[in-house]
């Protein structure tokens, strides 16, 4: 009996917060799998990166070839040469300083279908900020500062969103979290 109660009770809350907006928006499918298949791909590539020197960090989030997945914008280039609108991500915004290092990342979905099945609108993006420190002149630790639902646009670069053409659509970081 007891083990009803709390199994009615975790439905009732879920549906509660369901009906107060707390529940994560929904995606086409096909639109998340790009999202995590890119967050996850950077996420390994950071962790594969602990203990590597932080020069040579530093050069893979400012190069196309280095480890980490995704294009480096300086801030001058002209963003829509990332080709953002088809899909892919943008490294961009790095400080540096001393022992710790941070940069920003927008993640695209490419192109999305409308409701009709026709290809063309504007793609779902997501934006959060990673933050590295170093010991001993190596990567320690990574962590990530992801957008809310409160905020989807947090540490997203006005500029680079403007690449995604009009109805482009930011979506929370944990929305793509497994």
Same mark, same amino acid.
Request: charged share 25%; glycine share 12%; with cysteine.
């Given at each position: 009996?007891?083990?009803?109660?709390?199994?009615?009770?975790?439905?009732?809350?879920?549906? #509660? !917060?369901?009906?107060?907006?707390?529940? #994560?928006?929904?995606?086409?499918?096909?639109?998340?799998?790009?999202i995590i298949a890119e967050k996850d791909a950077l996420m390994t590539a950071l962790d594969a990166s602990t203990g590597a020197g932080r020069a040579a960090f530093?050069?893979?989030?400012?190069?196309?070839?280095? /480890? !980490?997945?995704?294009?480096? $914008? =300086?801030?001058? #280039? %002209?963003?829509?040469? !990332?080709?953002l609108a088809e899909g892919g991500t943008a490294l961009y915004d790095l400080e540096e300083g001393g022992d710790e290092a941070a940069f920003s990342v927008l993640? @695209?979905?490419?192109?999305? /279908? %409308?409701?009709?099945?026709?290809?063309?609108?504007?793609?779902?993006?997501?934006?959060?900020?990673?933050?590295?420190?170093?010991? %001993?002149?190596?990567?320690?630790? $990574?962590?990530? =500062?992801?957008?809310? @639902?409160? %905020?989807?646009?947090?540490?997203?670069?006005?500029?680079?969103?403007?690449?995604?053409?009009?109805?482009?659509?930011? #979506?929370?970081?944990? =929305?793509?979290?497994?």
């Amino acid at each position: 009996m007891a083990r009803r109660v709390r199994v009615v009770s975790a439905l009732a809350l879920a549906a #509660a !917060l369901a009906l107060a907006g707390c529940a #994560a928006q929904q995606y086409d499918p096909a639109i998340a799998r790009r999202i995590i298949a890119e967050k996850d791909a950077l996420m390994t590539a950071l962790d594969a990166s602990t203990g590597a020197g932080r020069a040579a960090f530093l050069e893979d989030v400012r190069t196309a070839s280095g /480890q !980490l997945p995704g294009r480096y $914008w =300086d801030g001058a #280039a %002209d963003p829509a040469e !990332l080709g953002l609108a088809e899909g892919g991500t943008a490294l961009y915004d790095l400080e540096e300083g001393g022992d710790e290092a941070a940069f920003s990342v927008l993640i @695209s979905s490419g192109p999305r /279908q %409308d409701p009709e099945g026709e290809d063309g609108r504007a793609p779902v993006y997501t934006c959060f900020r990673i933050e590295v420190a170093f010991a %001993d002149g190596a990567l320690k630790v $990574w962590r990530r =500062d992801g957008s809310t @639902s409160e %905020d989807p646009g947090r540490f997203c670069s006005p500029e680079l969103v403007g690449t995604l053409g009009e109805g482009a659509e930011a #979506a929370p970081v944990v =929305d793509f979290d497994g």
